[in-house]
């Protein structure tokens, strides 16, 4: 009898042993924001990887999977890596908060379509670039900065239309779109106040030899007025 209890807390014991040395890699979704999700993650907590899901109007996945591996010294950091970003980043912690490193984001513009109805109509064609600085997670203000390089719509006669930039600001959201180059001029703001939807207004134009092959194409974001759209996007997350 006692050598049964006592096989049977050994067992016990090296189950909460191994928990501890190999917790499941799908833990770490317990950590996360509701807005991102782990999908087949593999490995443990310490070290794996897995697809990130974002949840947005829909779920939307980033092409590529993400690893990471941690190290507890000399202070707990988290190494991430994967083929859409530039560079590895770390999540480190700096005994007031976690701090994130440096890092670019670079992603097909195709994965815009999910955002809103009128991209998936739109079907965008080129380059996003998320890049943001050094950040502690949390903090108000903290600014990005999102690039659409070459950009292009399936529908539109004038590949690339062009590039543009947009200054992201968390807590609260707010976004402000310019244009870098390009034929059609695309320009305005967002915001989300605390609870409500984001709003984003602005307008789109078209300049140069361009123009009047662009005409259908401004007609189609909507009524053009005085050779500009107005623009009003609304999201539901």
């Given at each position: 009898?006692?050598?049964?209890?006592?096989?049977?807390?050994?067992?016990?014991?090296?189950?909460?042993?191994?928990?501890?040395?190999?917790?499941?890699?799908?833990?770490?979704?317990?950590?996360?924001?509701?807005?991102?999700?782990?999908?087949?993650?593999?490995?443990?907590?310490?070290?794996?990887?897995?697809?990130?899901?974002?949840?947005?109007?829909?779920?939307?996945?980033l092409?590529?999977?993400?690893?990471?591996?941690?190290?507890?010294?000399?202070?707990?950091?988290?190494?991430?890596?994967s083929?859409?970003?530039?560079?590895?980043?770390?999540?480190?912690?700096?005994?007031?908060?976690?701090?994130?490193?440096?890092?670019?984001?670079?992603?097909?513009?195709?994965?815009?379509?999910?955002?809103?109805p009128?991209?998936?109509?739109?079907?965008?064609?080129?380059?996003?670039?998320?890049?943001?600085?050094?950040?502690?997670?949390?903090?108000?203000?903290?600014?990005?900065?999102?690039?659409?390089?070459?950009?292009?719509?399936?529908?539109?006669?004038?590949?690339?239309?062009?590039?543009?930039?947009?200054?992201?600001?968390?807590?609260?959201?707010?976004?402000?779109?310019?244009?870098?180059?390009?034929?059609?001029?695309?320009?305005?703001?967002?915001?989300?106040?605390?609870?409500?939807?984001?709003?984003?207004t602005?307008?789109?134009?078209?300049?140069?030899?361009?123009?009047?092959?662009?005409?259908?194409?401004?007609?189609?974001?909507?009524p053009?007025?005085?050779?500009?759209?107005?623009?009003?996007?609304?999201?539901?997350?």
């Amino acid at each position: 009898m006692i050598r049964k209890v006592l096989f049977t807390c050994v067992l016990i014991a090296g189950f909460l042993i191994g928990l501890l040395y190999a917790p499941p890699s799908a833990w770490l979704e317990r950590l996360l924001p509701s807005v991102l999700q782990l999908n087949m993650p593999t490995g443990t907590v310490w070290k794996g990887s897995a697809q990130l899901l974002v949840q947005t109007d829909q779920v939307q996945a980033l092409p590529n999977r993400l690893h990471w591996r941690w190290q507890l010294t000399p202070w707990p950091e988290i190494e991430l890596s994967s083929k859409d970003l530039s560079q590895a980043v770390y999540l480190r912690w700096q005994g007031n908060g976690w701090r994130l490193s440096q890092g670019r984001l670079q992603l097909p513009a195709s994965t815009l379509h999910r955002l809103h109805p009128l991209f998936n109509s739109l079907k965008p064609e080129g380059q996003l670039s998320l890049e943001w600085p050094t950040l502690a997670l949390g903090q108000a203000g903290t600014n990005v900065t999102l690039h659409w390089r070459q950009a292009s719509a399936a529908i539109s006669p004038i590949k690339p239309l062009g590039s543009y930039q947009a200054q992201l600001q968390w807590q609260p959201l707010r976004i402000n779109l310019s244009t870098e180059s390009g034929p059609l001029i695309l320009e305005g703001s967002g915001q989300a106040p605390a609870g409500q939807n984001f709003v984003f207004t602005g307008s789109a134009s078209a300049s140069g030899p361009e123009l009047e092959q662009l005409n259908d194409f401004l007609r189609f974001l909507g009524p053009v007025e005085q050779g500009q759209v107005k623009l009003k996007l609304q999201s539901a997350y």
